[in-house]
């Protein structure tokens, strides 16, 4: 079915291609948000074939828009173009093996810096979000900024590797353990003793999902001032300390504002290039069927 945006036809393989492509993140999508999208397993490829024709449409029309436009473009960039298209290709040897001429990647370096300088004007209205957006959007959105249970443990530790067994290194923490019972510091042990020395044995703070499951397990159970019992994990025998505990909570807006910002412009950007396009759209000739004129000028 042919594509025509101005009388520029797109080819059938590029609307295959992007077809594809949205297929494959559609097949990553959950149940749910497949279904805020509105479609299923019995649509996903009706609307990936109709998505992929809009994309083109409304990248051919920001091409156009881009190559139109008289005013010449700097000889910097466009080099800086030509030389990542040609590191991302491979190098120049696969240009040529690929009947790629030096003409046409200096015309498609060309047209991204002109599609760059294009975006840039269109968005150039766009300021960062006011104090009090930011901070509707933080409390509307505040369980995005939660941080879960924290600690700060230390440990000794003996390791299982390719020169210690598992039986020689549950002695050594065995030892350890008979010291530490006969009253010796802790920290001054882990300096001595562990194979990680320094500060103590102390890992600082971390959450849930940063160290290995089995030790998680253990020292989120303790209370400060705990020191466990012996204990094994998937690098060794391991004592554990626990100095503090935090209880879940959430990031003051004054540490996610920069982040809130930054997303609250990109919205910005996106919603004023969407209505940029739709303008486009309305003054374009666009044939979607054999036959059918779906918007003329």
């Known amino acids: 079915m042919p594509l025509i945006v101005n009388g520029e036809e797109v080819p059938e393989a590029a609307i295959a291609q992007e077809a594809q492509s949205l297929m494959q993140r559609f097949q990553q999508l959950t149940p749910e ?8 397993d019995a649509t996903m490829q009706a609307r990936a074939d109709e998505w992929a024709r809009e ?21 910097e960039p466009v080099e800086a173009a030509v030389a990542a298209m040609t590191k991302r290709f491979g190098g120049e040897e696969k240009f040529e093996e690929a009947g790629v001429t030096p003409e046409l990647i200096r015309s498609e370096a060309e047209l991204s810096v002109r599609l760059d ?22 409390r509307k959105h505040k369980d995005r900024f939660l941080i879960g249970e ?3 443990a230390a440990h000794i530790v003996k390791h299982v ?12 923490i065995d030892d350890a353990q008979r010291r530490l019972d006969s009253g010796e ?7 001595e003793f562990s194979d990680c020395p320094g500060s103590g044995g102390d890992l600082g703070w971390f959450p849930r999902g940063k160290m290995v499951e089995e030790f998680e397990n253990v020292v989120f159970e303790m209370e400060p001032g705990d020191v466990s019992k012996p204990f094994q994990s998937v690098f060794g025998f391991h004592i554990a300390k626990l100095h503090e505990k935090r209880p879940a909570t959430h990031r003051p807006l004054d540490e996610v504002k920069g982040d809130i910002q930054k997303q609250l412009r990109q919205e910005r950007e996106t919603k004023i ?22 918007t003329t000028s």
């Not at 948000?33 to 299923?40: I, K, L, V, Y």
């Not at 590797?161 to 050594?172: F, I, M, S, W, Y």
């Open 150 to 152: 924290s600690v700060r």
């Open 33 to 40: 948000q497949r279904a805020q999208n509105g479609f299923d």
């Open 117 to 138: 300088r294009l975006l840039a004007k269109v968005t150039a209205p766009v300021k960062d979000a006011k104090t009090k957006d930011v901070a509707a959007f933080y």
């Open 273 to 294: 290039v969407e209505d940029y396009v739709d303008a486009l759209k309305e003054k374009a000739e666009i044939v979607n069927t054999p036959s059918e004129v779906v």
């Open 161 to 172: 590797n390719e020169d210690v067994t598992e039986d020689q290194a549950k002695q050594a």
């Open 55 to 75: 994309n083109l449409i409304e990248r051919a029309l920001m091409r156009q828009q881009a190559a139109a436009d008289p005013e010449p473009v700097p000889e």
């Open 185 to 191: 510091e802790f920290e001054k042990l882990a300096d």
